[in-house]
């Protein structure tokens, strides 16, 4: 069975400062990967996907993420925090071997200071 | 290109009673999902279907939860009784097919408020 461990429930940054975000994944075989972010009242966003290749993954507004099989993470980083990242992030792990359904961790809500 | 449309928004109701759900998905995906996500957590998968036929509905509530896809496009999940714990937002999904890659686009969701 597929699950996904997001250790920090809360995360408040800093306006400019970098973002890290973890995600640790279990899964007998080689997964896909993703973050999604979910603004307050709003559906899901894809910011980025890992399906295999390079390990090191660009998304959309600025973030990236790195795919570890050693320590079964998926970490998200930012360099530059704006404010308008202050969202919830969740990690999914899919698989082809289960239809493609996703399986979420808990989320990370991100708060950005001025 | 249409987004994952889903209506109502925003419900609210007593326990007991009953209500549904609309999802219309991105026009020729294949696999359509409804997503279960209280407060606080993540996203829980109910359903999955492929067309019109349902490949994985093993954390469905049975005996009050029913989804349908008739016709393989638009899918409606029901709730009948509700009760309190079922107050929690729920994510219709869709995603071109069962192989390939395993992108999901999500709707903005149905809040339900259970009384």
């Known amino acids: 069975a597929q699950s996904v461990t997001q250790p920090d429930i809360h995360i408040t940054v800093s306006e400019g400062a970098s973002l890290e975000l973890r995600c640790n994944y279990s899964?007998?075989?080689?997964?896909?990967l993703f973050w999604y972010v979910q603004s307050p009242g709003q559906g899901l966003q894809l910011l980025l996907k890992y399906f295999s290749g390079d390990t090191l993954v660009q998304g959309i507004k600025g973030f990236e993420a790195e795919f570890k099989r050693s320590q079964s993470s998926f970490n998200l980083r930012k360099p530059s925090v704006h404010w308008s990242d202050a969202a919830e992030y969740f990690c999914a792990v899919g698989a082809q071997a289960a239809g493609n359904k996703l399986t979420f961790g808990g989320g990370t809500r991100v708060l950005v200071k001025p | 290109e249409a987004g994952v449309a889903q209506s109502p928004r925003y419900k609210i109701i007593e326990k007991r009673q009953s209500v549904a759900f609309w999802c219309n998905p991105i026009s020729g995906h294949a696999t359509l999902y409804w997503y279960q996500q209280i407060l606080g957590q993540g996203p829980k998968l109910l359903i999955q279907f492929q067309n019109n036929g349902v490949v994985d509905d093993s954390q469905l509530p049975k005996d009050r939860f029913s989804a349908e896809r008739l016709k393989g496009v638009d899918s409606t999940l029901k709730i009948q009784p509700a009760k309190l714990e079922d107050s929690a937002v729920y994510l219709c999904?869709?995603?071109?097919?069962?192989?390939?890659?395993?992108?999901?686009?999500f709707g903005e969701g149905s809040r339900l408020t259970v009384l």
């Open positions: 999904a869709s995603s071109l097919a069962l192989s390939g890659s395993g992108e999901l686009f």
């Open positions: 899964y007998g075989a080689t997964p896909y």
